[in-house]
C-alpha cells in the first residue's frame, strides 16, 4: 500500500523556558487540528535578541509565542524586532504575563496578542489561529449575546518627546488638524492641570513605531472658563433701575475676575512645565538625530553585534529583511541613511560557496574548475553560477525602482548605499540613474562599517547647523547689541525631551465612541463612524480587556452601512479571574432577551389575572345591585318595616310608623331568611 505524501512541516514557535504550560498549548493544537503536521520548536529567552531572531528566520513558523515573564527586557526588544519587519508581518505574535499590569508595554512592544498566565487556553489558540489559519480556524460555539451598548474604545499612542509647548505622540487614531483633542497622559497634573490640546502637524512620514500617524500635540496647560452671559441676562430683568445696574456690574465683574484667575493659572502652568521640562533634561536621553536603516535578507548584521552595542550609540538604528512592497515603509521611516544589502539572501552560511562561483563567473571561457570536495556544495556552487548573473540584473533593477520613488517623494534624499555592489561603480550608477546620493561598496554589509557613515553624516550636520546659528547670532548682536548682547547659539537649540521606551511618559491614549453590537467569551463586534486600522485596542467595559481587530469576513476588514463600520475584534489582555467575570456577564447579556420575554409573560399573566379577578367582583356586586333593587321593589330593604301592614313601596307613601314597644312591629327583630 502506498502511503500518502507526508505534508510539510508546520512551525509554531515558542520563547521561554516554560515548557509546562507551554504544553497545554501544544495538546490543543494536536487535538483541534490533528490534520496538520505541526512542529514546536522551543527557543531559550537568555540568548541576545538579535540572535532569537535570526533563529526564528530560520524556523519560518507560522505562530511565535514569547513569554514575558522572563527575561522581559530581551523579550520586548526580541517582539520589536519582529513585529516592525516584513517577515513577520503574517506571523501572529503572542504573549504571556504574570500579570495584567505587564500587558500594556507588551503591546507597546508590537505583540498581537497577550493573555495572563493561568488555567484557559482555548482562547491562546484561536486568536493567533484567526490570523495565520483563518480559513481553518475552529470557530466556538459560545453563548453570544446581542448588545448595543456605546463605550469608549481607546487607541494607545506613544509619546516621542516633550517640548516647552508641545508633544510629539504617535498612533493609529486620525485626527483633524486644529482640533482639540483630550489626550490622556502621564504628565505631572500639578504643573499641567489640562489633558486636553490642539492637534498640529499629522504626518505619515518619518515615523519611529510601528503607527499610522505622528502628530504634534499643542498644550492648553489649563481648560478656560465657562464664560456665559446668564448672569448679565438675569440682571437686565430687574425692574428696579439702580438694582438692575448695580447687579450688571456685579456679574460683569465676576466674569473678569474668573478670566483673569484663568490667565493667571495658565501663566503658572507655563511656567511650571517649562521648569520641569528643563529639570528633566539632564535625566533622560538623548536625541538620536541620525536615522540608519539597514536591509538585509540575512541579517548580517545581527552576528555581529554584542550586548548593548545599539542601546549605547547615538543613532537610530532600524533593521529590516526587506522592503515592503512600493517602499511605504521607506517614506513611513525616512532614514537619513539606507544601507542595502545586494543579493542578501546569499548571507555568511554560503559566503565560500559564494565566493567560488564568482571565480568560475570570472574566469575565462573554457576553464576547468576542480569540483568541491563535498557533492552537496558543488551542487550549490553549480546553482549560483547560473543564478548571479541573472539576479545582478535583477538587483539593478530594483535599484532603479527604489532611486525613481526616493526622487518623487517630498523633501527627502537620503544616501543609499549598495553593499555587495562589486559589479558597479558609484560614479557609474549617480550618473546612470541621476541620483548623486548613490555610493556602492563592493564587500558585504558589516554594521561597524554602517555605523561609521553615521557618524560621518551627523558630524558633518552638526557642524552645519553650528556655523548657521553662529552666523545668526552674529548678525542679530549686529543689528541690536544691546537687545540681544546675551544671546548665544543655545538659545536656539529647541528644548526636547526625548522620553525611554519603559518611561511611563512614554504611553498615552485617546478614546472614541463605539457601538458595541454583539459579544462572547473569545470575540466582540462592534460598531464605529471611525475608519480604524486592524490593531489591537483597548476598551473599559464589560471589564478592561484589548481587542485585536481581525477581518469581520475573508477579504473584508469590516462591513459598512450607511457610513457606520461594523468591526470583529478578539478579545485578550484579560486574566483567568477575568475570563470567568466576562463569561458570566456574556450569559446575563445573552439570557437577558429570554429574561424579558418571562417577565413581559408574567406581566401579561397577572394583568390578565388582575381582569379576570375585577370581572368577578363586577359581576358579584352587579348581582348584589341587582337583588337589593328587588328588595326596594318589594319594600323588603332590611328595615323593621312589616310587608304585611302599611302601603307598599313604589306607592309613594311612606308606611305608618310603629311604635318601638309594639312587639309586632319588628323594631327588635332580626332580618328575616332570605333578607341581607
Not at 36 to 45: A, G, M, R, T, V
Not at 174 to 200: A, D, R
Not at 215 to 227: A, N, Q, R, S, T
Not at 475 to 482: E, H, L, N, V
Request: net charge negative; aromatic share 10%.
Amino acid at each position: 500500500m502506498v502511503k500518502p505524501p507526508v505534508k510539510p512541516p508546520v512551525n509554531i514557535c515558542y520563547v521561554g523556558s516554560d515548557t509546562g504550560f507551554f504544553q497545554n498549548i501544544i495538546q490543543r493544537f494536536k487535538s483541534n487540528y490533528a490534520h496538520i503536521n505541526w512542529q514546536f520548536p522551543i527557543l531559550k529567552p537568555n540568548q541576545m535578541p538579535e540572535k532569537m531572531f535570526l533563529a526564528l528566520m530560520d524556523y519560518q513558523p507560522k505562530i511565535v509565542y514569547i513569554d514575558f515573564c522572563e527575561e522581559k527586557e530581551r523579550a520586548l526588544r526580541l517582539a520589536e524586532l519582529a513585529s516592525i519587519d516584513p517577515f513577520f508581518h503574517e506571523i501572529p505574535l503572542v504573549g504571556f504575563v504574570e500579570k495584567k499590569e505587564d500587558t500594556l508595554s507588551c503591546l507597546g512592544a508590537g505583540a498581537d496578542f497577550i493573555y495572563v498566565k493561568g488555567g484557559e487556553f482555548h482562547d491562546l489558540v484561536y486568536a493567533p489561529m484567526n490570523i495565520a489559519f483563518p480559513k481553518q480556524v475552529i470557530k466556538p460555539k459560545f453563548a453570544t449575546g446581542k448588545i448595543s451598548q456605546e463605550v469608549e474604545l481607546i487607541d494607545d499612542f506613544r509619546v516621542g518627546f516633550i517640548t516647552p509647548t508641545h508633544i510629539h505622540v504617535e498612533g493609529n487614531f486620525y485626527l483633524e488638524e486644529g482640533t482639540i483633542v483630550h489626550f490622556k497622559n502621564h504628565i505631572p497634573k500639578k504643573n499641567v492641570p489640562s489633558e486636553n490640546f490642539e492637534v498640529q502637524n499629522r504626518s505619515e512620514q518619518n515615523l519611529y513605531y510601528d503607527f499610522n500617524y505622528s502628530y504634534d500635540l499643542e498644550f492648553k496647560y489649563v481648560d478656560p472658563p465657562e464664560l456665559t452671559d446668564e448672569k448679565e441676562d438675569d440682571a437686565a430683568q430687574i425692574e428696579d433701575e439702580a438694582e438692575r445696574v448695580k447687579a450688571l456690574k456685579q456679574a460683569k465683574e465676576d466674569k473678569r475676575q474668573r478670566l483673569a484667575e484663568y490667565q493667571e493659572s495658565l501663566k503658572r502652568a507655563q511656567k511650571k512645565h517649562k521648569e520641569w521640562v528643563i529639570h528633566e533634561l539632564d535625566d533622560t536621553k538623548k536625541e538620536k538625530k541620525t536615522k540608519l536603516l539597514i536591509v538585509d535578507e540575512s541579517m548580517r548584521a545581527f552576528t555581529q553585534i554584542e550586548e548593548d552595542t545599539l542601546s549605547k550609540t547615538p543613532y537610530s538604528v532600524h533593521f529590516q529583511t526587506q522592503l515592503d512592497e512600493g517602499f511605504t515603509d521607506l517614506d513611513r521611516q525616512r532614514p537619513v541613511i539606507l544601507a542595502y544589502q545586494m543579493m542578501g539572501e546569499y548571507g555568511p552560511d554560503v559566503a565560500e560557496e559564494f565566493a567560488l562561483a564568482q571565480e568560475r563567473i570570472n574566469a575565462p571561457e573554457g576553464t576547468q574548475h576542480q569540483p568541491h570536495e563535498d557533492p552537496d556544495k558543488e551542487k550549490l556552487i553549480q546553482q549560483m553560477v547560473e543564478d548571479i548573473p541573472v539576479r545582478e540584473k535583477e538587483e539593478m533593477s530594483y535599484v532603479s525602482l527604489l532611486v525613481q520613488l526616493v526622487k518623487e517623494m517630498d523633501n527627502y534624499a537620503p544616501i543609499v548605499v549598495l553593499f555587495g555592489c562589486y559589479f558597479q561603480s558609484s560614479k557609474a550608477l549617480q550618473e546612470s540613474f541621476q541620483y548623486p546620493m548613490l555610493v556602492t561598496h563592493a564587500e558585504n554589509l558589516t554594521l561597524d562599517v554602517c555605523l561609521n557613515l553615521a557618524k560621518i553624516y551627523e558630524t558633518r550636520q552638526e557642524e552645519k547647523l553650528q556655523k548657521l546659528v553662529e552666523d545668526k547670532v552674529k548678525a542679530m548682536k549686529a543689528q541690536d547689541p544691546q537687545k540681544y548682547r546675551r544671546l548665544t547659539a543655545t538659545d536656539f537649540k529647541e528644548k526636547k525631551l526625548f522620553v525611554k521606551k519603559s518611561n511611563p511618559l512614554s504611553f498615552g491614549s485617546i478614546q472614541t465612541h463605539v457601538v458595541l453590537a454583539s459579544i462572547n467569551e473569545s470575540e466582540i463586534t462592534f460598531k464605529s463612524e471611525r475608519a480604524l486600522p486592524i490593531k489591537t485596542y483597548r476598551l473599559k467595559y464589560p471589564l478592561d480587556l484589548s481587542v485585536h481587530l481581525v477581518p469581520i469576513e475573508e477579504g473584508k476588514d469590516f462591513i459598512e452601512d450607511k457610513g457606520i463600520k461594523l468591526y470583529r475584534g478578539i478579545i485578550h489582555s484579560i486574566s483567568e479571574t477575568d475570563k470567568k467575570q466576562l463569561r458570566q456577564q456574556v450569559n446575563e447579556v445573552f439570557f437577558e432577551p429570554l429574561k424579558e420575554k418571562r417577565e413581559k409573560e408574567k406581566a401579561e399573566f397577572d394583568e390578565l389575572n388582575a381582569k379576570v379577578l375585577k370581572d368577578k367582583e363586577e359581576q358579584k356586586m352587579s348581582e348584589e345591585e341587582k337583588e337589593r333593587l328587588a328588595q326596594e321593589i318589594l319594600g323588603v330593604d332590611g328595615d323593621t318595616s312589616n310587608p304585611d301592614e302599611g302601603t307598599p313601596a313604589g306607592d309613594g307613601d311612606s308606611a305608618p310608623e310603629k311604635s318601638s314597644d309594639n312587639p309586632d312591629g319588628g323594631a327588635d327583630q332580626g332580618p328575616k331568611e332570605g333578607e341581607s
